[in-house]
Every structure is written in C-alpha cells, then in structure tokens.
C-alpha cells in the first residue's frame, strides 16, 4: 500500500472556491435512505409535484406498499390562502395519523418552492406534536434543495432531533450518522468488545430508543457531511471527538481509537479487538487496490464525502489526487482527513457547472 506522508497534508493548503450554479439532487434524497433506518417515523414532505416525483423515483417504491414517506403537495392556488394551506396541513395530518396508527414520529419536511418557503412549519410542528402528544412527536425540518446537497437532508433531520433532545449529565457516547445496518450492527459489537457501556447512535431506530445529551456526552460523526448537526450538538454542551473518518482499515482504526482513547481504553485490550477484524480489512483492500495504485482521481463536489474518501483512496489504495472538490468544507469535521492528503493536492469548494 502506499502512501504519501506530509505533516500537516493538506490542513492549511489555499481551497479553491466556486461559487456557481451547482448541480446536486436535494435533500429530500436522504429521506430514501433515513426512512428505512427510524422504524416507526414517518417523513411528510410538504412540497409540490416536482418533490413528489423525486421522492417516488429516487425511492422506485409502489404506492400500495404503504411506504413511510409521502408528499402533501401544495398547489398554486394555495397561494392565495395561507391559512387554508395551515388547516389543509393539519387535515392531511390527522388522516394520516389515524389511518397509520404505527406513526410515533412525524416529520415534517419543508421543501424549496415559494409556497412552502410561506408556511410556517415549525409553529404547525409545535402546534400538531401538543395535540399529539404523547403518541407522536412532530419535528420540522427543511429538505430544501436550494444551496443544499442530498447529504445535507440527513444533516438537517439530525439537527432537528437534537434540538428535541432530553438533558443529562450521563457520562455516554453518542455516535452521529446513519450507516449500513450490517456495518451498525459491527460497530456497535466492536464497541462493547472494547468495553464502552452507553453508546447511542442517531439518528435512533425506535423514538423509545432514548437518547440524551449534555455535558458528560462525547460524541463523533461516522459521516462527514453533518456540520450542523456538529455544531447543535456543540451547543447542547456535548463535547466532539475528532479523528479521520471511518473508511477503510487505517480510517476505521483511527477513528475507533480516538474513541477509546477518550474512554481510557488500554492499548492491549485496543489491539486485541481489532487486530483481527483490521488484517481482514487489509486483505479486502489489498485486492482492489492492485487495480487503483497509480490510476489518478478527480472527484467533482458532490456530497462531502469526498475529502475522507480521497484520503482512502490514496492512502490505502495507492491513488494519485488530482483535485477534490467538495460542495462544503466543515474543516474541523474534516481537518484529520485533510492532514493526511498529500501536499499539493487541489482542494475545491462548491461549483460552477456553467464555467
Ligand atoms: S425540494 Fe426543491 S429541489 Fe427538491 S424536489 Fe422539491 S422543488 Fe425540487
């Protein structure tokens, strides 16, 4: 494997920015992904027939599977009516609710076009999670595709959940990101093999699946693209871990040892866990990187993943960097990947399709 070793990498190397039209799907994309992972949520996109088919496409799930999102579409004529399009809401609400008796949270996803802009949805979250309470908890949240990237949908449900999180001083970690279920699963077993008692992850499978916060909390982001939610979580007085990002076998080590590192975990029972699974990795990556040392990468801004992949891609599978873009750099999330890029790789931020 190889790897081109500097200092500081790429820390303080000049980013290019762009700052043109961009082209990105938007973030109600991540609705596919996060209504899958939280079991008994619903995610009610208040938008218009664009979002609707978005949702129906990028899903390809058939109407009368009863899937766990749908769209109340606003038409032009509501835009005469504000207050008929708030009591509209609320009616399509409360038939929702009692036809899907399952429903314990409900989101209520903003979306780009003017109408939506108008309403108030977090007033109508607030109003709408009192009536329902205790059964089911409304959250607001925006999907928005203006300025935004589709990561940025689960960063801002994220956010919302946190927000509405309950206060403890627990000494606990909490983990941030959705992943895989079969790479949850052995996150969450290589964890308690190291020893960590309290780990919770967000956003959580079941509302009853409790998760708090506050001054005893540390807690890391599994993915890169969850700066707002970083920062929320900041706020609540949760105090961050930093390490490169968990993507392929040095990052995946890395960043299990920022963990156990705050945790107090010793050296041994460290190694003793993850020598095993670790070699596995290596052998896996062994065999695709003979296909990719030496070939070059450009990666075009997309989702923010870019800058921890290019490290891997580079570091554990030989790959020369050209340039990497990203739509946003959150340099604190990113800032131990980007010290392990090699001097002078081309760093972007945003883009210009029309350049
Ligand atoms: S939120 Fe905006 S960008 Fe996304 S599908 Fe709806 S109209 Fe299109």
Redesign the pocket.
């Known amino acids: 494997m190889s790897s081109e070793k500097s200092l500081s990498g790429c820390t303080n190397a000049p980013v290019l920015k762009e700052r043109g039209q961009h082209e990105v799907f ?1 973030g ?1 994309t991540s609705i596919i992904w996060l209504h899958r992972k939280m079991q008994d949520a619903f995610f009610l996109v208040v ?2 027939r ?2 609707a088919h ?1 949702l129906q496409s990028a899903a390809g799930v058939m109407v009368f599977a009863e899937p766990r999102f749908g769209t109340a579409i606003l038409e032009e004529t509501d835009l005469a009516g504000m207050a008929d399009a708030q009591q509209e809401l609320e009616r399509t609400v409360e038939e929702l609710l009692s036809r899907r008796t399952d429903i314990r949270r409900l989101f209520l996803v903003g ?3 003017s109408e939506v802009i108008k309403l108030d949805l977090a007033t109508a979250a607030e109003k709408l999670s009192e009536q329902y309470f205790p059964k089911v908890n409304v959250i607001n949240y925006s ?3 203006i300025e935004t990237t589709f990561t940025q949908g689960e960063d801002a449900c994220l956010e919302a959940v946190i927000r509405g999180l309950r206060s403890s001083n627990d000494e606990q970690l909490v983990i941030l990101g959705a992943l895989p279920d079969i790479v949850h699963d052995q996150m969450l077993r290589l964890l308690e093999q190291l020893g960590l008692k309290n780990v919770s992850v967000l956003p959580q499978v079941r509302v009853d699946d409790e998760v708090s916060v506050g001054s005893n909390t540390h807690f890391i982001c599994a993915q890169p693209f969850l700066g707002a939610s970083f920062e929320e979580m900041v706020r609540r007085g949760a105090k961050p871990i930093f390490a490169p990002f968990p993507f392929g076998a040095n990052g995946t080590t890395a960043w299990l040892k920022a963990i156990c590192d705050i945790f107090g975990i010793s050296k041994e029972t460290f190694e003793a866990v993850t020598d095993a699974p670790r070699r596995r990795a290596e052998i896996a990556i062994e065999k695709v990187s003979k296909i990719l040392t030496g070939r070059s990468l450009f990666l075009f801004p997309d989702s923010q993943l870019e800058i921890p992949l290019a490290r891997f891609l580079n570091q554990e599978c030989g790959m020369k960097l050209i340039e990497v873009g990203s739509p946003y750099i959150h340099k604190q999330l990113v800032g131990p990947d980007l010290q392990l890029l090699p001097e002078g790789t081309t760093i972007s931020e945003g883009q210009d399709v029309d350049k």
């Open positions: 938007c109600l938008g218009s664009t979002c978005l979306s780009c076009p999907g928005s595709g």
